[in-house]
């Protein structure tokens, strides 16, 4: 959906058309279940959060100006509903986070020695290792890498969802790599060659 599509459907809720507000609801669950999942580490937990971000989502929807995109500004509330739940009483993910496939991953050619039976379990035993290293990293370090990593946003974007400058969010994200990298060598997941590109030298523009 484009960012002209998503605003025109913005407009009808904000004119009273709750079915547009389902639309967008429907377009964006899935990315929004799993962000909140990856966060917060417990199903039942990430249930309830995007339940709720979608919820402040449409109480607040009068007050978007469609300066960023609908979805972005919904990745926003996303996190923050997260964070807070993070933060309440101290709380700590959970570490049952459950391996989730990229859903727009390409059907892999099985006549490439990459992709191998031994390559795909390598493969798939590298993303349940990241996925335990982001619960292990503190809650703004985790949320900024999903954006970045995950959902594919822009520096710029990512400024906009967590309302800091993008200078931040680069020294940011480098920071977050280089401790994940750090979590990942040191459980013997990844060569120390490729943590040491992330934890020597400046922050790697993108």
């Not at 509330?77 to 739940?85: A, S």
């Not at 390598?122 to 996925?131: G, M």
């Amino acid at each position: 959906m484009t960012k002209e599509e998503e605003l025109e459907l913005v407009r009808k809720v904000q004119a009273g058309d709750t079915s547009s507000f389902e639309t967008l609801v429907l377009e964006n669950q899935t990315k929004v279940y799993n962000l909140a999942l990856r966060t917060v580490g417990n199903e039942d937990d990430a249930f309830d959060m995007s339940q709720e971000a979608f919820i402040k989502a449409y109480n607040s929807i009068g007050s978007f100006r469609g300066d960023s995109r609908f979805s972005v500004w919904l990745y926003r509330l996303t996190v923050n509903v997260c964070l807070d739940f993070l933060r309440s009483e101290g709380r700590r993910a959970h570490g049952s986070l459950t391996y989730l496939e990229d859903e727009d991953e390409k059907e892999l050619e099985i006549s490439d020695e990459r992709f191998s039976p031994e390559a795909m379990v390598e493969k798939n035993e590298l993303r349940r290792a990241v996925n335990r290293g982001l619960l292990q990293l503190p809650p703004n370090y985790r949320a900024i890498l999903l954006l970045r990593e995950i959902e594919g946003l822009s520096y710029e974007e990512i400024g906009e969802a967590l309302s800091l400058e993008a200078g931040t969010v680069k020294s940011r994200i480098f920071r977050a790599r280089k401790k994940l990298c750090s979590i990942l060598s040191a459980e013997g997941n990844i060569p120390e060659a490729i943590a040491s590109k992330h934890t020597k030298g400046g922050v790697k523009h993108g």
